[in-house]
T-cell receptor
Framework: DAKTTQPTSMDCAEGRAANLPCNHS???????VYWYRQIHSQGPQYIIH???NNETNEMASLIITEDRKSSTLILPHATLRDTAVYYC???????????FGTGTRLQVTL | GEEVAQTPKHLVRGEGQKAKLYCAPI?????VFWYQQVLKNEFKFLIS????????ETGMPKERFSAKCLPNSPCSLEIQATKLEDSAVYFC??????????????FGPGTRLTVT
């Protein structure tokens, strides 16, 4: 699975959009971009995934560049409950293991 | 059920003792994964199953770790002769399979193993 690079930490004011970048320059054509987060010491929580097109769900939006070498996770209106470590992972899909990097620690503040 | 269940929540073992962890995947999910989180951010994949068959065991330390997923039973991860370095949170995840589509993994709350 391709390696990803994320900033170690980011801050965001409550109510503002949080934009979390991820580089995955060695991604293969059959690899998806997945985002998970871990709040405190809970189990990782799935957020969103995509292959080529931008995706949106009730939690977030995922913007993937045309060359697929990078992506951005957008939390449109961050709340204190969004404080977590966010992991960007590339994977070939359902049966494949997830290779977690060190993630981005997002701190949402008042 | 609709959530991945893991038991016990906490497990304390003396060095050299056996530890056994259990995971009940979401009903209908074909794939089960085990991960180890030693430090806060470091996850390590251990093993995955497709139903009761081992699918990928590339992360398993072969000497002391074993795992099973038997029909009509929770999956289990067993560590023989635990070492201090096995202290970690062990997460189980399950995933459905539906043709060629890609699906996410649903994680359980984890079992915290402390080896003293």
């Amino acid at each position: 699975d391709a390696k990803t690079t994320q900033p170690t930490s980011m801050d965001c004011a409550e109510g503002r959009a949080a934009n979390l970048p991820c580089n995955h320059s060695t991604i293969s054509g059959n690899e998806y971009v997945y985002w998970y987060r871990q709040i405190h010491s809970q189990g990782p929580q799935y957020i969103i995934h995509g292959l080529k097109n931008n995706e949106t769900n009730e939690m977030a939006s995922l913007i993937i560049t045309e060359d697929r070498k990078s992506s951005t996770l957008i939390l449109p209106h961050a709340t204190l409950r969004d404080t977590a470590v966010y992991y960007c992972i590339v994977s070939t899909g359902t049966a494949s293991k997830l290779t977690f990097g060190t993630g981005t620690r997002l701190q949402v503040t008042l | 059920g609709e959530e991945v269940a893991q038991t016990p929540k906490h497990l304390v073992r003396g060095e050299g003792q056996k530890a056994k962890l259990y995971c009940a995947p979401i009903k209908g999910h074909s794939y089960v994964f085990w991960y180890q989180q030693v430090l806060k951010n470091e996850f390590k994949f251990l093993i995955s199953f497709q139903n009761e068959n081992v699918f990928d065991e590339t992360g398993m330390p072969k000497e002391r770790f074993s795992a099973k997923c038997l029909p009509n039973s929770p999956c289990s991860l067993e560590i023989q002769a635990t070492k201090l370095e096995d202290s970690a949170v062990y997460f189980c995840a399950s995933s459905p399979t539906w043709g060629q589509l890609s699906y996410e993994q649903y994680f359980g709350p984890g079992t915290r193993l402390t080896v003293t």
